[in-house]
């Protein structure tokens, strides 16, 4: 299979699908990215990876099609050009996958398809964009996300992981205190998190969390407000990073409320996490803040190294408010998928 782009124009695959409850996240992912790319300068080949394992390389979406998940799903089945089924035909899709300049992956979940993905780009050449294999292989287990920043010298907020133990020692009690959340350890969506108010309820919490994950991490419950971060990686190395955003009405975002300076430390702090993670691309930090003697204390909750792109998803609509349209962030985060390409290929000579 060849992808003809036409024109000049830099060619981007979209990486689209999964298994599980991220694949309809994906498929509005991706069909947001395809309805906001500037189709005078990118030409965009949809590739699906289906819930049963296929994987569909399409052809190239016209932009005078609006989509939406369900019909991008449905046109790339129908499109598909090459139909390959894994693992015996790795080679294959790389090679189809050679046809493009850079892929963007809207793949959710941190699993084996993610990585499967990453070495058929690096088989291909490709430039990968929106994440990094370091920071998608850290995200997908809570235990090192907290290992990662605290080491950074950046708070998280207080938890125990459990491995094998069924309760949490009084002491670990006392210093958590009530209510807390007890999450599985390697399974970002879905069943399995619990809130417990008191400790009589815990051993059935745990029970919860493993029927999907055997690692648990039992996590102090915030008492202070949430606020959401987006950071946005430049071509020449420089992060930005959006107004604290809380959620707003009718489902929006709407900027924090914060004293001086708290805006400020927030986009410094969740820099800070981007850098510590290895992320590329794109961040989405949620911290809480604590109020104390000395003023406001942030932590981080959770950290998502590949945001949703969808038109409901929090990174998109956090960076409208701020007034940077989607169409800006998806070239923004081209171009430097591109760039880093270009570097690692002069590091390797």
């Not at 090679?95 to 993905?117: F, K, M, N, P, Q």
Request: with cysteine.
């Amino acid at each position: 299979m060849t992808f003809d782009p036409r024109g000049g124009r830099t060619t981007v695959a979209v990486v689209f699908g999964g298994s599980g409850t991220g694949y309809q996240d994906s498929c509005e992912s991706a069909a947001n990215v395809l309805n906001n790319l500037d189709r005078q300068h990118f030409a965009c080949l949809p590739v699906c990876v289906t819930p049963q394992g296929r994987w569909n390389v399409g052809r190239e979406v016209s932009d005078a099609i609006l989509l939406d998940g369900t019909l991008l799903s449905d046109l790339t089945d129908q499109w598909a050009v090459e139909q390959f089924h894994l693992p015996d035909d790795i080679a294959r899709t790389a090679a189809a996958l050679a046809t493009v300049d850079v892929a963007l992956s809207c793949v959710r979940e941190c699993d084996s398809r993610a990585g499967i993905l990453r070495a058929m780009l690096e088989i291909a050449h490709v430039a990968q964009a929106g994440f990094s294999a370091t920071a998608t292989l850290v995200a997908a287990d809570r235990e090192r996300v907290r290992e990662y920043l605290t080491a950074d010298g950046i708070s998280v907020m207080p938890g125990t992981v459990l491995h094998d133990d069924w309760t949490v020692s009084p002491t670990d009690r006392t210093a958590l205190g009530l209510p807390v959340f007890v999450k599985p350890c390697r399974v970002r969506r879905g069943p399995g998190l619990s809130l417990v108010t008191d400790w009589a309820d815990l051993a059935d919490a745990i029970g919860l969390a493993r029927t999907v994950d055997s690692k648990v991490l039992v996590e102090a419950a915030t008492t202070g407000p949430r606020v959401s971060v987006a950071v946005l990686q430049h071509a020449d190395g420089r992060l930005s990073a959006s107004p604290a955003f809380e959620p707003g009405t009718s489902g929006g975002f709407a900027v924090a409320a914060l004293p001086p300076g708290i805006h400020e430390r927030l986009a410094d702090l969740a820099c800070a996490v981007f850098r510590s993670l290895d992320c590329a691309g794109l961040l989405h930090v949620e911290f809480t803040l604590h109020h104390t003697p000395a003023g406001m204390f942030p932590a981080v909750l959770e950290v998502d190294v590949a945001p949703g792109l969808h038109p409901t998803a929090p990174v998109p609509r956090m960076w409208a408010e701020a007034g940077v349209p989607l169409a800006r962030i998806l070239e923004t985060v081209l171009s430097t998928a591109l760039v880093n390409r270009s570097r690692q290929d002069w590091v390797s000579l």
